[in-house]
């Protein structure tokens, strides 16, 4: 329920968190009364705030604000000409395509600018060990539903998605976007013997005072910082290189372009996303001085370089990425000529034939019938869209908790505010929208019963749901970037062979797709992963004929991970 104004002067206690040496003098009289703010104006956010509207109790009940430091009317606005994509990409899973249609948000994304992903191959680049994950083997539980069609993900900008909510909001006249304002501090009400509600003040003056407030403010969150919650978390040694790709089409023969590629080089994982027919996403993790030199080197010199990374041996791929360090360290670029010069020459010495699909400048292939391999990388790069290539750190990082607590409650984080990732499983923006989907569903739950949506009580469901399911997606992706960074011979032996041994088994792969929100949920993916540990259990006997040798060398790879990889 909303409150009445208070007609109290602000307290000058201490700040948790300031943006700045605030010299504003805040006037009680701009006191501005909530029962929800959201602080920030991202995807997070903006769909917490659809999520909210949509339910009418909600809207008939509780004021809600957003605020954004940014210009939300340019997004709004956003359009690109055809076949033109901006290079911030996120694939939206089957489970998070669910809630945005719940919510009438996704019928409002522009399906013309997506992509579904219908296919993904991964493979190790020291050892070629490949598994191919097929939305063919998603059960279905017979009901005749968008997210449940044959496609594990569906690719989409980033700008569209959040395009498609900031119109949906234009109906919701309870909530109340403040665009253009930054947030310059944040402090607690000094009452009821200083357990007294959050007020935000705002950079023209104003102030809020919100029942429960909600940061969805990024990785350096002002709300977790004025809430006082400690996270844990590093940098890791590479940075994320983007860009948007244009190629030539598949042939008749081929398919449409709806398979996702990523290959694991020990310097990072590159991952090629489809967007349309000819034009693909590009998400290349690489160490700092190369990710640099890449995006200050021609662009064609990065459209070569992309083709090669999926095709030539990782001997010729680290001779290339000396190359291009070599000169950027001498203050030079390497030219688009001269590395593709040095691929041709790779390729010669690396007997690949020009009428083979690992073939890239020395490429013989016409456009009729394609080669056996031709599906087993991505289509040849001809070039990159302009001014798409750049480049961002990448950190692993998670909130010791969700929920303030003690004098600093009524405070709760989601998204990246709470958890930041590595891009390699595309799980970023689909943790932020399970947490939104979370919260929306407690403080829905709260109105219903008439409680109080910012007390802990209330919320710590919330936090009891999403911080293990987040944890143990984060977890595992960590592992799987510190796993293949390695090129010890028996971890890359180890890997190899338990990445073969899963590719075998669909029931495995499938159960691991729905975990990662491919499928739907009618049957559980323990069930499938049981009938995978069957598979594995029949073939145990044949197994022991490898010879207890083999099992040494196994457990002596395995503890040399456990050694090499629990820095953290």
């Not at 060990?129 to 449940?148: K, W």
């Not at 960074?485 to 338990?498: E, H, K, L, M, Q």
Request: hydrophobic share 40%; with cysteine; net charge neutral.
């Amino acid at each position: 329920m909303t409150f009445g104004a208070i007609r109290r002067s602000v307290s000058t206690g201490v700040l948790s968190y300031r943006h700045q040496p605030c010299r504003r003098t805040f006037s009680a009289r701009a006191i501005r009364d909530f029962d929800v703010i959201i602080v920030g104006g991202g995807p997070v956010g903006l769909a917490l705030a659809s999520g909210l509207g949509s339910y009418r109790m909600v809207r008939e009940s509780l004021k809600v604000a957003l605020v954004e430091a940014g210009d939300l009317s340019r997004t709004r606005d956003w359009t690109l000409p055809p076949d033109s994509y901006s290079n911030r990409v996120s694939s939206i899973t089957n489970s998070s395509r669910v809630f945005l249609e719940d919510i009438g948000v996704w019928e409002l994304v522009d399906k013309s600018c997506t992509c579904p992903v219908k296919e993904m191959q991964v493979w190790d680049g020291l050892s070629d060990a490949r598994i191919t994950f097929d939305a063919v083997n998603l059960p279905s539980s017979g009901v005749s539903n968008a997210a449940e069609s044959s496609e594990m993900a569906r690719l989409t900008e980033n700008l569209n998605l959040q395009r498609a909510l900031l119109r949906h909001l234009e109906s919701i006249r309870s909530i109340e976007l403040l665009q253009k304002t930054r947030v310059e501090s944040i402090q607690r009400e000094d009452r009821d013997g200083g357990h007294g509600w959050p007020l935000v003040h705002l950079s023209d003056g104003t102030t809020l005072r919100a029942r429960l407030l909600v940061g969805a403010d990024g990785f350096n969150s002002p709300v977790r910082a004025y809430a006082g919650i400690h996270s844990y978390g590093w940098s890791y040694d590479v940075r994320a290189v983007v860009a948007t790709l244009n190629h030539s089409p598949r042939g008749a023969f081929q398919g449409p372009n709806h398979t996702a590629y990523q290959r694991f080089l020990p310097t990072g994982p590159i991952a090629f996303l489809p967007l349309s027919p000819t034009v693909s996403s590009l998400v290349w993790s690489t160490k700092p001085a190369l990710a640099e030199a890449l995006c200050r080197a021609d662009p064609s010199v990065l459209a070569h370089m992309v083709n090669a990374a999926f095709r030539l041996p990782e001997v010729s791929v680290r001779y290339l990425h000396n190359l291009i360090l070599d000169a950027h360290s001498r203050g030079t670029s390497i030219s688009g000529e001269d590395i593709c010069n040095e691929i041709a020459f790779r390729e010669k010495s690396h007997n690949i034939p020009g009428y083979s699909a690992y073939s890239s400048v020395s490429s013989m292939l016409s456009p009729g019938v394609p080669s056996n391999d031709a599906m087993a990388v991505p289509p040849l790069v001809t070039s990159t869209q302009s001014g798409t290539i750049a480049s961002f750190p990448l950190k692993f990082n998670h909130a010791e908790s969700y929920l303030g607590e003690g004098a600093n409650n009524r405070t709760v984080l989601v998204g990246d505010a709470a958890h930041t990732i590595h891009p390699l499983a595309g799980q970023g923006l689909n943790l932020g929208l399970g947490d939104v989907r979370s919260l929306v569903q407690c403080i829905v739950r709260s109105v219903a019963h008439g409680g109080d949506i910012g007390s802990y009580t209330s919320l710590r469901p919330y936090a009891a749901e999403r911080y293990f399911t987040n944890h143990k997606v984060m977890s595992a992706v960590d592992k799987l970037h510190k796993l293949y960074s390695s090129t010890w011979d028996p971890v890359v032996w180890a890997r190899s062979i338990g990445l073969e041994v899963v590719n075998e088994l669909d029931s495995v792969k499938a159960a691991l797709m729905m975990d990662a929100g491919a499928g739907n949920l009618e049957r559980p993916q323990w069930d499938l992963l049981a009938d995978g540990i069957k598979g594995v259990s029949s073939g145990l006997s044949t197994a022991k004929m490898l010879g207890q040798g083999i099992g040494v060398v196994f457990n002596t790879g395995i503890n040399e991970i456990a050694r090499r990889l629990g820095q953290h």
